[in-house]
């Protein structure tokens, strides 16, 4: 861990940088610059970023769902490719976790091994089950899409914000 790493919610001002990110990836579906921007206003307390050096190195975003308040949907998750082994996706989730939620899910496209990895050593860091199931076929999506797989993590026990690496 980094001394200068600082996990803390998103500001509008960092919604170009999540952009970047998710265009870096080469791997998620990259959204407009707009959607992130709006994402950094609207769902900052559901979202976190890590800062270092003065730079945004990671983020997860996420929301709430309406008609399930304690299931926190996680979006997408990106870590800049020279950061990543560093445990700043798990510790950004154990971020989000400690903040107050039963269950997190997550879709997962079934060729993504590190996100597949990223999720189940979540649920067994907090001892909490993982259950997979399948929720949008690739038909719904317009052109060639993987199907989107549910990843069901919970319920979780709740923690002190201290319990993660966020300071
Ligand atoms: C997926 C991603 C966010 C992981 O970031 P990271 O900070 O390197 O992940 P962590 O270091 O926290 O690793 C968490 C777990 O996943 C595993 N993992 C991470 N990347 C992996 C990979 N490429 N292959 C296999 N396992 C991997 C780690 O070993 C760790 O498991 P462990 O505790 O059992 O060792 C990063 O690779 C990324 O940004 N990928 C591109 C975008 C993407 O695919 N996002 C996920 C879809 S929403």
């Known amino acids: 861990m980094d001394a200068d790493e600082v996990f803390g919610p998103p500001g ?3 919604g ?6 998710a265009r870096d990836s080469k791997t998620l579906d990259l959204n407009s610059p707009y959607s992130y921007i709006l994402w950094c206003r609207d769902f900052a307390a559901t979202s976190v970023v890590v800062r270092s050096g003065g730079r945004i190195r990671g983020f997860v975003t996420g929301y709430n769902r309406p008609e399930h308040p304690g299931t926190l949907f996680v979006w997408q998750v990106a870590v800049d490719a020279a950061w990543r082994g560093r445990a ?4 950004m989730l154990a971020y989000l976790a400690d903040r107050g939620c039963r269950f997190v899910e997550a879709t997962v496209t079934p060729d993504n091994t590190a996100s597949d990895r990223l999720f189940a050593a979540f649920a067994r860091d907090r001892g909490a089950e993982l259950h997979r199931t399948p929720l949008l076929p690739g038909e719904l999506f317009p ?10 993590i919970g319920p979780l026990d709740a923690r002190p914000a201290s319990a993660s690496g966020d300071r």
């Open 88 to 91: 700043l996706a798990g510790r």
């Open 12 to 14: 509008i001002e960092d």
């Open 16 to 21: 170009r940088q999540l952009w970047r990110l």
């Open 143 to 152: 052109g060639d899409h993987e199907p989107e797989e549910l990843y069901r």
